[in-house]
């Protein structure tokens, strides 16, 4: 069975802190993404990898970075976290030649 | 010309009713076009997707209605039930596997008892 995991459902963190959102997928899919969601916005790319250590900007990328080290694993990183970036954060993955993205459960990050 | 906008926001439904959602799009190149279904507490998951070679395409109670010339497309969920209560996104992309997938803002679609 498909399987994206994400490392924290809830998070809350303090303006200014450094931030990591962990995702593991165990399909050995070559692409992932991070998206976020708010209401009224739905889902909008942040970062996407085609490969392990290759990354590409979405939509969205200011004040995100992203890190790719091993195929199974996508980190997006919130250098500096600010208020506007509290949101929902959602990770997925899709095999290369194939359309539908398998996505894990969210993390909610509050920044206060 | 990336947008996908999606209307209603929210939708009510009595069980055993018809829920519609409809969803334009204005980029031609768009060549997928799917619909995504989001329980709380969950990430979103693949539920029906077609593709503009034809007009409709039906799996048990939902179709997606596709009509290419006004760019626009539906998901119908027929004899709704309260399971059925969930997040719905339309979402276009291009190419097979493409990139980028731009998601339409969600329905809230709640289906009484």
């Known amino acids: 069975d498909v399987k994206v995991t994400q490392s924290s459902r809830y998070l809350v963190k303090r303006t200014g802190e450094k931030v990591f959102l962990e995702c593991v997928q165990d399909?050995?899919?070559?692409?992932m993404f991070w998206y976020r969601q708010d209401p009224g916005l739905g889902l909008r790319l942040i970062y996407f990898?085609?490969?392990?250590?290759?990354?590409e900007k979405g939509d969205i990328p200011e004040g995100y970075s992203v890190s790719r080290e091993k195929k199974e694993r996508f980190s997006l990183i919130l250098e500096s976290a600010s208020t506007n970036q509290t949101s929902m954060y959602l990770c997925?993955?899709?095999?290369?030649?194939?359309?539908?993205?398998?996505f894990g459960p969210g993390t909610r990050l509050t920044v206060t | 010309q990336q947008q996908v906008k999606q209307s209603p926001q929210s939708l009510i439904v009595q069980k055993g009713g018809i829920s519609i959602i409809n969803c334009a799009y204005e980029n031609t190149a768009f060549d997928y076009f799917p619909w995504y279904q989001q329980f709380p507490g969950k990430g979103p998951a693949l539920l029906i997707a077609?593709?503009?070679?034809?007009s409709e395409k039906k799996e048990g109670r939902f179709t997606i209605s596709f009509n290419k010339s006004a760019k626009q497309f539906s998901l119908h969920i027929m004899d709704s039930q309260p399971g059925d209560s969930a997040t719905y996104f339309c979402?276009?992309?291009?190419?097979?596997?493409?990139?980028?997938?731009?998601f339409g803002a969600g329905t809230r679609l709640f289906v009484k008892a």
């Open positions: 997925a993955s899709r095999s290369t030649g194939f359309d539908e993205q398998y």
């Open positions: 990898s085609y490969d392990v250590k290759m990354k």
């Open positions: 979402a276009a992309s291009m190419g097979t596997g493409g990139f980028k997938t731009i």
């Open positions: 077609i593709r503009p070679d034809v």
């Open positions: 399909m050995d899919h070559e692409n």
